[in-house]
């Protein structure tokens, strides 16, 4: 059966902008009660506005996923004012600036902010939320948002990249894990593309003349279309939700390499 939205509730962090904020909106649309989550608390508080203005019910709070305490308590917030969480989004993300350099370049303070914010932002949310909603005995559903550079290879994005194959790899998981169980709760990694979001952009992450990665041009996908792919995946408890063909090659090429015990072409 599909995944019902409707009067059910929804947890998303890194809502204030993005990606994050196209989720909220598009399942504000579907009926659906909302936490959102995110440091820029003003943000995210102004969202909220904007969807209660619009008949909506929802609650905003300022959460740090890479602080465990801080996670726990947005669980607790749920649960108290919502009785639960039937959809959890794990969503906010951050990209090291320059993403260009070689590997060898990232300073150890970026390397902890990718795994920190990007991997374990997701880990204290499964173990904060996963629990409660096995307890809870209803279906519900974990949308990890990952990325595109998780399941391909290169020199660019290297601590980025890592924490989004960390990602993939939690979501093979945890889809895994759930299934043996027989958990009524479905797992979707969402893995986008290149997309029209301030993360990008204010990374400075423009190539050098000649450097190999990608500019915003005709594949760039607007935030909402994500959000759109997204509630597919999650309707039709989809575990792997790819939302572009441009990397399809470059996937193929990493997999075919690993088969074929020789080095990749990159």
């Known amino acids: 059966m599909p995944f019902v939205f409707s009067g059910r509730t929804a947890v998303i962090t890194g809502a204030a902008s993005g990606i994050g904020r196209a989720l909220a909106l598009a399942l504000a649309d579907q009926g659906m009660k909302l936490v959102l989550a995110d440091l820029d608390l003003a ?54 600036a320059d993403r260009y350099r070689p590997v060898w370049e990232f300073t150890l303070a970026e390397w902890k902010a990718m795994i920190d914010v990007n991997l374990m932002g997701v880990v204290n ?12 005995r209803t279906a519900g559903h974990l949308l990890n948002t990952a990325s595109a550079a998780g399941l391909i290879t290169g020199a660019i994005s290297v601590p980025y990249s890592v924490s989004k194959h960390g990602v993939v790899r939690i979501s093979e998981g945890l889809f895994a894990a759930l299934r043996k169980r027989r958990a009524p709760i479905g797992v979707t990694v969402l893995c986008p593309g290149l997309v029209r979001t301030a993360i990008y952009a204010a990374s400075g992450n423009q190539p050098e003349d000649g450097a190999e990665g990608f500019v915003f041009d005709e594949t760039t996908a607007e935030p909402e279309e994500i959000a759109r792919i997204a509630l597919q995946a999650i309707s039709q408890h989809r575990l792997y939700a790819l939302t572009t063909t441009a990397f399809d090659k470059a996937i193929e090429a990493r997999a075919t390499a690993i088969l074929a015990r020789r080095n990749p072409d990159l």
């Open 125 to 136: 949310g499964l173990r904060s939320f996963v629990p409660r909603m096995l307890a809870q």
């Open 43 to 96: 943000t995210v508080e102004g969202l909220a506005e904007e969807i209660e203005r619009q008949g909506g019910r929802t609650l905003a709070s300022r959460t740090d996923v890479s602080d465990p305490e801080d996670v726990e308590r947005l669980a607790e917030l749920a649960d108290k004012e919502f009785g639960g969480t039937d959809l959890l989004c794990n969503n906010a993300g951050i990209m090291t």
